[in-house]
DNA sequence: GCTCACCA
């Protein structure tokens, strides 16, 4: 592997932090395509001893284990264990978790953890409370936990990366992100493949090529998903063969990733109130055929009207045309319609925006 | 114009 001068420089640092075991927390930050990961890849294959590599999300951990972190899980998998609670409580939902002080973590030489932004409070103190080095990979101009704050992202970095690898460095992607991080707006025009256009300027064409649309508001979401599917001439209410669908909770024995993209292969009969599928990650070259049975209320809208019980007892899916910024962190696609809803989240518009900008690798086009 | 969401 050919290092860059700064990656060499911060493959040294982390090194010297290594021997000298001290503090337990090393930051090493970067924008988004600069390296992180494979970095860490390296120091990880110089350790004699294991090493756990962890994400906050089920997503992001797969995200992982593709760019070589082998059995990246998330972090609650690795340190938290189900506590069992007394029968007396089981009307309420009792769902509580303890620590597990037997984790692989309790025997680790080093932790990583990937997209270190999303950590909150709680959870960075439980991960630190086994005493390990840990080696938190971040880009602190994405956005921040809904509670308690990036725990890693709101200290210093001890090195910040910020050459761009993953696209040439005059890509206008990496311009534009770079504009909203250094507080300058969006101007309508045309840069290369991407573009800055207004909302009336927006064709169905361009949204049906994009690989995924991303917008900011759940409201907005539903909406579009609803126009999209209209426009690819689905007219039933519930997903069809073919149909774009996103996972919204973690199976590790189905191999279902919350924020993971699926296909409908197949439609099957419904049994017992529960629609049946057979789905397959929408990747090129997955064989995998997962069974999985919805409610038809994830489609419907009304989720929310479901116990806990009910929920836990069906798949979680809905159609995944289009994707919140927030849920598509951690993700990434080659061309990208990002509609601006910055407007929305206020002191983190900034960081909505540069989030969005930053899932796309070869073609964008906002429409403010 | 005015919010997003995670895990066992």
């Given at each position: 592997m050919d290092w860059s001068v700064e990656q060499d420089a911060a493959l040294k640092a982390v090194k010297d932090w290594l021997k000298g075991r001290h503090p337990q927390v090393f930051r090493l930050f970067g924008f988004a395509g600069t390296g992180k990961t494979t970095l860490a890849r390296h120091v990880a294959e110089g350790i004699d001893g294991d090493v756990c590599f962890g994400a906050f999300t089920g997503?992001?951990?797969?995200?992982?284990?593709?760019k070589g972190c082998e059995g990246a899980t998330t972090i609650h998998s690795m340190i938290y264990r189900p506590r069992r609670k007394s029968a007396e409580d089981e009307e309420e939902e009792t769902f509580s978790f303890a620590i597990n002080h037997q984790s692989d973590v309790s025997k680790a030489k080093l932790i990583v953890i990937d997209e270190?932004?999303?950590?909150?409070?709680?959870?960075?103190?439980?991960?630190?409370?086994?005493?390990?080095?840990?080696?938190?990979?971040?880009?602190?101009?994405?956005?921040?936990?809904?509670?308690?704050?990036?725990?890693?992202?709101?200290?210093?970095?001890?090195?910040?990366?910020?050459?761009?690898?993953?696209?040439?460095?005059?890509?206008?992607?990496?311009?534009?992100?770079?504009?909203?991080?250094?507080?300058?707006?969006?101007?309508?025009?045309?840069?290369?493949?991407?573009?800055?256009?207004?909302?009336?300027?927006?064709?169905?064409e361009r949204i049906l090529a994009a690989d995924q649309v991303l917008v900011g508001l759940n409201r907005t979401r539903h909406g579009y998903n609803k126009r999209i599917r209209e426009l690819r001439g689905y007219t039933s209410p519930h997903p069809e063969v073919g149909e774009k669908l996103v996972c919204l909770r973690n199976d590790k024995s189905k191999g279902l990733q919350n924020g993971g993209i699926f296909r409908v292969n197949?439609?099957?009969?419904?049994?017992?109130?529960?629609?049946?599928?057979?789905?397959a990650?929408?990747?090129?070259?997955?064989?995998?055929?997962?069974?999985?049975?919805?409610?038809?209320?994830?489609?419907?809208?009304?989720?929310?009207?479901?116990?806990?019980?009910?929920?836990?007892?069906s798949d979680e899916f809905d159609y995944g045309y289009a994707l919140t910024v927030h849920k598509a962190q951690g993700s990434q696609w080659d061309d990208v319609v990002l509609f601006d809803e910055a407007f929305a989240f206020r002191e983190h518009r900034d960081r909505w925006l540069y989030t969005g900008v930053t899932r796309a690798a070869e073609t964008l086009t906002v429409v403010v």
């Open positions: 997503k992001a951990a797969m995200v992982m284990r593709q270190c932004s999303m950590v909150d409070e709680e959870l960075g103190r439980d991960l630190l409370s086994f005493g390990k080095p840990t080696l938190v990979l971040g880009d602190p101009a994405q956005l921040p936990p809904i509670k308690g704050g990036g725990f890693f992202t709101e200290a210093e970095p001890d090195v910040m990366l910020t050459e761009v690898h993953r696209q040439a460095a005059d890509n206008p992607i990496v311009r534009m992100s770079m504009d909203i991080r250094e507080g300058r707006p969006l101007e309508i025009g045309h840069y290369g493949q991407s573009s800055v256009i207004r909302r009336r300027d927006i064709d169905a197949r439609r099957k009969e419904p049994k017992g109130g529960y629609l049946k599928y057979d789905v990650p929408d990747e090129a070259g997955t064989r995998a055929r997962i069974h999985v049975s919805v409610l038809p209320d994830f489609f419907e809208g009304k989720e929310g009207d479901l116990s806990w019980q009910m929920r836990r007892s």
